[in-house]
């Protein structure tokens, strides 16, 4: 489903990779270690 959005919008190549970095990018996914100084930062703008 988002690949196929994505690729409305002009992205020619949306593979798990782009996907991944594109949920990254829009705060979806918080890749923060628990240990690393950002994690609950992060965590915290989520729950916004």
Do not use: E, S, W
Not at 1 to 26: D, E, H, S, T
């Amino acid at each position: 489903a988002m690949a196929k959005a994505l690729k409305k919008r002009g992205f020619n190549f949306c593979g798990p990779v782009i996907c991944y970095a594109f949920m990254q990018a829009v705060g979806m996914v918080n890749d923060h270690q628990t240990t690393c100084f950002r994690h609950a930062q992060v965590r915290a703008m989520a729950r916004r």
